[in-house]
């Protein structure tokens, strides 16, 4: 039977080793067998997570907990997987403790900071009776292409944060969610290096997708546990799927081209792959 690991001791471990694990994304059943699949064969821990918005074009997140085990058993996954709600809402969160996911994200930043800090203390009293850990933000992570729409996340946010009892941090320090636009000035490594110094529970890189390599391993170095990874796959897949189509693979009905099978599995080889290569830049060791 599948089980679900809360990541806890994973992440706490990354942050004093200095290492990261990557928090994927999936979208439908080939990006699960994707993700699970390169876990497997590089033998490392894995934290997938949905959205609200994948969730909710999958079915619901009780389909998308029970497909997720239904994979792990079928595919004998042997690695930790970590079950995460990412970027959910206060209603989303509390569906996600009651289903048995394993972590959630929950997202306050639009409501009031008092609001913001009674609904997160809910959900940490919520989830840590079963045993599930949780994810905040502070700051405002930027949106697609956009630098201005991001804010930095405060010293004083992360020590009231961590104070509620949160198990991850999410830092807005410069980063955006999809693609990063040209003349993009990088990371903010000393508001990166202040929080660092006042909180030591692990701390969340959103927006991974895009950040080059030497500043993604310097903000591990600094406390970033967790890497959360979702354009960088969808590229990913766009490009094998436009390269499979451009040369006409879709048009041969002797072999079947078209089947969606057929049609779906370059894309997916594509995301296995390049988790591969985001597991090897986060330096995230091997399971015994």
Known sequence: MAYFDNGNKIFADARAKHYAVGAYNINNLEWTRAILRAANETKTPVLVQVSMGAAKYMGGFKFVRDMVADQMDAMDITVPVILNLDHGDYDAAMKCIELGYSSVMYDGHKLPVKENYARTKEVVHAAHQRGISVEAEIGKVGENQDTNSGELASVEDARAFADLGVDKLACG??????????????????????????????????????????????????????????????????????????????????HKGYDPRKLLLPGTEAITNKMKEMIEWLGTPAVA
């Not at 959103?206 to 969808?234: C, D, L, R, W, Y």
């Not at 390269?243 to 041969?252: F, Q």
């Open 173 to 254: 320090i410069g980063n955006i969610h999809g693609i990063y636009p040209a003349g993009w000035r990088g990371l903010d490594f000393n508001r990166l290096a202040a929080i660092a110094d006042a909180v030591d529970i692990p701390l969340v890189l959103h927006g991974g997708s895009g950040i080059p390599k030497e500043q993604v391993q310097k903000a591990i170095s600094m406390g970033i546990a967790k890497v959360n990874i979702n354009t960088e796959f969808q590229l990913a897949f766009q490009d094998a799927t436009r390269a499979y189509i451009e040369a006409a693979r879709d048009l041969d009905k002797d």
